[in-house]
């Protein structure tokens, strides 16, 4: 479903992705782990269209760049993305106008379990930071897309914003969903994934399957990133 193959993106001299290949596919949820300024956010900018990078990476089998493949994605960024002066109901509205879908429920289901439901009328820039990233997800969310890049969801949100997102995860993986998530929380996500990435120094030291029993993913992790930082 997601597919990237021998992604490079400099900034200026810097590699902050150097020949990067992975692939998430359709109930597969995989994770992006690593140190700080290992080029987890670049990946997933570039993967999402932000960036441009030297490379391949498609979406359903068309290129990220294709109106197509925009229609099945959906991204969480680090930062909250909302707008100033629409109202909470008014994303929603807007972003099912944007993809040209009709209001099946869904929307209202989302900020229902994100306890949105009851500020729809107020406007995004009097959210709190918590509560622009929930709408940020729930506008992520309501298109129904099949591929979903969150990077570091989980920043920001209150226990039960957690619980009900790690319920989303489990959703999105049983509807189908190809789900790629940057986290630095190891424990929250360890019941969750399929797949580890782990990402040192912009390329991919280590793919993980979870299905090991001898060591925890943060065992894992301080291995393949011991002596490996800058
Ligand atoms: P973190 O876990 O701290 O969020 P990350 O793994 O997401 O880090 P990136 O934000 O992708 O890392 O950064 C990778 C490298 O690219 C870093 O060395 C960073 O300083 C550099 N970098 C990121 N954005 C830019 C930019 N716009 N211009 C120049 N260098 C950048």
Same mark, same amino acid.
């Given at each position: ?71 099945? @994605? ?60 929930? @709408? ?80 925890? @993913? ?13």
């Amino acid at each position: 479903m997601l597919e990237v193959k021998n992604v490079t993106k400099k900034y200026g001299k810097l590699k902050a992705n150097d020949n990067v290949s992975l692939s998430v596919e359709s109930g597969e949820t995989a994770i992006l782990i690593g140190p700080n300024g290992a080029g987890k956010s670049t990946l997933i900018k570039s993967i999402v269209g932000l960036l441009r990078f030297e490379g391949e990476i498609s979406i359903g089998g068309e290129s990220n760049k294709s109106l197509s493949s925009k229609a099945l @994605l959906g991204y969480i960024p680090e930062m909250p993305a909302v707008y100033d002066m629409l109202t909470v109901g008014e994303h929603i509205e807007f972003i099912l106008r944007a993809y040209r879908k009709e209001d099946d429920g869904y929307g209202d289901e989302l900020l229902e379990l994100f306890e949105l439901k009851d500020k729809k009328d107020k406007l995004g820039k009097e959210l709190s930071k918590g509560m622009q990233q929930k @709408l940020s997800i729930c506008c992520a969310l309501v298109h129904r897309p099949k591929v979903i890049v969150f990077d570091e969801p989980m920043v920001g949100l209150d226990p039960l914003a957690i619980k009900n997102l790690k319920d989303i995860f489990i959703r999105l993986k049983n509807e189908g969903a190809a789900v790629l998530i940057s986290t630095h929380m190891l424990d929250s996500v360890e019941n969750y994934w399929d797949t580890a990435y782990i990402m040192v120094n912009g390329q991919l030291k280590e793919k993980v399957l979870n299905n090991r029993e001898d060591s925890s @993913l943060s065992e894992v992790f301080f291995a393949v990133t011991k002596g490996e930082e800058k």
